[in-house]
């Protein structure tokens, strides 16, 4: 616990704490006041009202829609399998800006909805629900696909034996095991809807706000910074009121389970209804993952006068993009990298230690610590962005000017993904695998590597491409860190949107079809990469 407390203490606590502060004192005196001043203004309580039905709305559609292709994933075998799976993942680390922007194009005026019915959506608020569905159908699949893969389908086959309809040995046996898994994936979903920013702002316009894009608004346009601290604390205690009913609902629910290599679960479709439910979810990943993606393709390469690879090239020279940068904004696909992978490392450390401490009894301190873990997804990255400024400037924390800030950030949010990964799969191995080690002398670091470590690998490895592919899209504390001379992705994507001309959007363009791309390779490769059997359930 030494190692994940302090990381969250130092890089997530102290960040957040002072910069509250700072807006809610005044010559040194605690202005209290400032909160129900905030909170009684009708144009706050709209956005409150908006934030919190918007998420549950997303979160519901979302388990509604991926909740089959996780079935899919876990118990089919097809062909491009491993393709798909990583394809499916890209949209979660594409910056929302230019997310948002291929989804006004697909539905906004003049898009291929309005083109093929005649339908506008880009002023309700489906936009913003399918949009939302679009960056979290991943979670749902790889969360809740992973353990289900696992899960022995004899049990299930075993109550039909005995009398019980499809139906209700799936209700019986399999959903009771699920769940943990559903609950956590659900989680992951509220609390980015909940957060969401880029995709609001583009998509609903002046009319509708969250409270991450209210923030922003207050803090960086209206540079009103005592209104920010209040929406930033509102924020804080909703989500953390969350997810203590959720670690208390999900304890009550765990069992031990007996899982198996998922090798052994995933057969060809067989039948007229599963044929359909693999045709009904390509057609869904078809619809909601892939054409999205295809704009952003198809306008990286609309040149003036055709198709062309024109603004790839430009990328290449700073002068192209009207000193937008200080160096080419091709550089900024090999920071990414870099910070990705040293980001992904931290967050594997400090999550695997937390998550390894989580599955043992030790009393209502640890398991509290359970649920402030996720609360990095649930605060506002531009109050951390804000706070990492405004703190690490002194030794022995003076970090401004290194490189190492920028992977902090985004491990910060890395962690989460890793915890609520491996944890369900942790929890589920049999304490008594433990116990019979320690019987015939293994010391408790042997147990964990010889018992746990096996069993847990395939977790460890789904909690790696989670926690790099978060980081290659981080953008929100990012942006204010990243210094001019060594941009990330997602930042140089938004500095080349932020700016007008045909040049500037084609380049913002290419570099997120660049990122899409590093993405879709590097979730191929894990996917790809396979522990030994004996290692595999």
């Known amino acids: 616990m030494a190692v994940p407390v302090a990381f969250f203490a130092v890089f997530f606590a102290y960040p957040v704490v002072a910069i509250v502060g700072r807006g809610l004192k005044a010559d040194g005196v605690w202005q209290f006041g400032r909160i129900g001043a905030v909170l009684s203004r009708p144009d706050i309580l709209d956005v409150l009202w908006f934030t919190s039905w918007q998420a549950l709305a997303s979160t519901a559609l979302t388990l509604l829609i991926a909740l089959p292709g996780a079935y899919v994933f876990a118990r089919f ?265 040293v980001a992904t490392v931290i967050a594997l450390v400090v999550g695997g230690l937390a998550a390894a401490a989580l599955t043992r009894r030790a009393g209502r301190l640890v398991r509290g610590f359970d649920a402030l873990l996720m609360l990095p997804l649930g605060v506002s990255a531009v109050t951390v962005g804000f706070g990492f400024l405004i703190t690490l400037d002194k030794p022995p924390l003076d970090l401004r000017t290194t490189w190492i800030l920028v992977p902090l950030a985004q491990a910060l949010v890395g962690v989460p993904f890793v915890v609520r990964t491996m944890l369900p799969v942790l929890r589920a191995v049999d304490g008594r695998l433990r116990e019979a080690a320690t019987v015939l002398g293994a010391s408790p670091l042997r147990a964990w590597r010889e018992v746990d470590l096996p069993l847990v690998r395939r977790a460890l490895l789904v909690a790696a491409g989670f926690a790099f592919a978060v980081s290659l899209g981080e953008f929100g504390a990012t942006v204010f860190i990243a210094r001019p001379d060594n941009p990330t992705l997602p930042v140089a994507v938004a500095r080349l949107l932020g700016r007008s001309g045909e040049l500037n959007y084609g380049q913002a363009m290419a570099l997120s079809t660049i990122l899409m791309l590093v993405c879709a390779v590097s979730l191929l490769l894990l996917e790809r990469i396979r522990p030994d059997r004996s290692g595999e359930f």
């Open 77 to 341: 075998d097809f062909p491009g399998k491993q393709l798909l799976r990583a394809v499916v993942t890209v949209p979660f680390v594409l910056p929302t800006v230019v997310a948002g922007t291929a989804f006004l194009a697909l539905l906004g005026r003049g898009g291929f909805l309005d083109e093929l019915a005649g339908v506008r959506l880009d002023t309700t608020v489906w936009a913003i629900l399918l949009a939302h569905v679009f960056f979290n159908y991943a979670v749902v699949v790889r969360t809740v696909g992973g353990l289900w893969s696992q899960l022995d389908p004899r049990q299930e086959e075993a109550a039909r034996v005995l009398g019980a309809g499809r139906f209700a040995a799936w209700r019986r046996v399999t959903l009771p095991a699920l769940a943990p898994a559903v609950a956590a994936a659900a989680l992951m979903v509220f609390l980015f809807t909940f957060t969401s920013f880029g995709v609001v702002q583009i998509l609903g316009g002046p009319a509708y706000s969250t409270l991450e894009v209210e923030i922003y608004r207050q803090t960086a346009q209206l540079l009103d910074l005592p209104t920010a601290a209040v929406l930033t604390m509102v924020q804080f205690a909703a989500v953390g009121a969350i997810l203590a009913v959720h670690a208390w609902t999900v304890r009550r629910r765990e069992t031990a389970l007996k899982l198996v290599d998922p090798a052994q679960t995933a057969r060809r479709p067989r039948g007229a209804g599963q044929r359909a439910l693999l045709g009904g979810v390509l057609l869904t990943v078809l619809v909601l993952i892939l054409l999205p993606l295809g704009v952003l393709v198809e306008r990286s390469l609309d040149v003036p006068g055709g198709h062309g690879f024109d603004y790839y090239r430009a990328l290449q020279s700073a002068d192209a993009s009207g000193s937008t940068f200080l160096v080419a904004p091709i550089e900024a696909v090999r920071n990414s990298l870099q910070y990705a992978v």
